[in-house]
């Protein structure tokens, strides 16, 4: 074998959706058997006796540090067995992508489990609304840490995602994955991920990110699917951050939005699902237009985006990497560490809105700085931040 040819071999097509069988079904059982006699599965992953146990837990809360449990669960999985070989009860998860089939168990009893420990810090009734909402999330940089923290704490079973870039050895600093997914679209590594957290969620990729053209479908869907109930705004294009909006407006829904700045986050949140006046992004650009927007230069970007932030929430380095791009750096500096602040700061805003709880209606500011770093509201401290706040407003003639 010439191994230089061998790896110059293309991967092929990117599978990012999973394929469910029920093995009590004999056509579910071929379509297994033929994947394992063509070598497709390579991998098997079986403790399906142990989510049975913990299923078994949660359904009987009492009873599990009582002597009598082993007993009664032995009786149980006995009841099972009894009726159906235990290989073909639940449900096998076969991903393409890694070769794995995955025994796990059906949806009700598996969302169950899953979020078993979320009791009560999220209610039933608010699980169940966050688990079957549809969430729109635009851009997977920081989007990708905002899904991850949603589909953790059992939200979102139906997703629609956009991002047109494909995953780069530079943004691995803040995206949680591994190397083998260099040069994957970052929608396909996002929906593979939403998978395996639910296997049982339904993920539509929009792998040329938004534009004029489909951005009504990402909300409305183009596929039958539901209307989005909220969406999530992580894309860096300002232009069509302002069609984000139109759409919201006119479907009624809230926007949330975060931004990364230094250790910390902005977190902006638009409700316009309770005032459809509510002005884009509450004036902080001034008057903007589709068209103002798509037309601006580099320098034009950096200002208007300072101006959104606010110069005197720009962190002091953030400050300083602004006006070194293009110089000594090649971008905008982003964290791992404030990615995922964000993720957990858009995540606790979707499910409070989901859920039609009270939340910030503006902008809220997540600062670590200010938490943990001495002396950081002294008089002096606060003076010089105000000072340096001033200098970079002047850069930029705001």
Known sequence: MDISEFLKRPSGAHDSKPIVF??????????????????????????????????????????????????????????????????QHGRWVYFPWNSTIVHILEESAFLEVRTARNKNLITTEEQNKYYNATIGIAG??????????????????????????????????????????LGLPKVVMTARQIYTTNPYATVEIFSDGLTPENIESFFISSNA??????????????????????????????????????DNAVVDIERYDIDPTTQFFHGR???????????LDKFGIGKMITKHVGPENVTERMQQSLLEMGKTIVSWPQL???????????????????????????????????????????????????????????????
């Open 22 to 87: 029920d093995l009590s079904i004999e056509d579910h059982r071929t379509q297994v058997t033929v994947l394992a006699s063509t070598h497709a599965i390579q991998h098997i992953s079986d403790d399906y006796t142990e989510q049975l146990k913990e299923y078994f837990q949660v359904q009987n809360p009492s009873k599990v540090y009582t002597p009598e449990f082993s007993a009664l669960f032995d009786a149980y999985l006995k009841n099972i067995e009894a009726q159906t070989p235990l290989w």
């Open 140 to 181: 997977q940089s920081v989007g990708h840490a905002v899904v991850m923290a949603i589909a953790l704490q059992g939200g979102g079973k139906h997703w629609r995602i956009a991002d047109h870039d494909a995953l780069a050895l530079s943004n691995t600093n803040r995206i949680r994955v591994g190397v083998e997914n």
């Open 225 to 262: 699917g539901p209307k989005l109930d909220i969406v999530v705004d992580e894309i860096d294009n300002l232009a069509v951050k302002f069609l984000i909006r139109e759409q919201a407006r006119k479907h009624k829904l809230a926007v949330v939005m975060a931004a990364d700045n230094g």
């Open 285 to 295: 650009m001034g008057e903007v237009s589709f068209e103002m927007l798509s037309t």
């Open 336 to 398: 791992g560490g404030a990615a995922l602040i964000n993720g957990a700061a858009v995540a606790y805003c979707v499910r409070k809105i989901l859920n039609g709880q009270p939340l910030e209606s503006n902008r809220a500011l997540i600062s670590l700085d200010e938490k943990l770093t001495p002396e950081y509201n002294s008089p002096e401290q606060v003076a010089y931040r105000t000072k340096i706040a001033d200098d970079f407003r002047k850069i930029f003639g705001l």
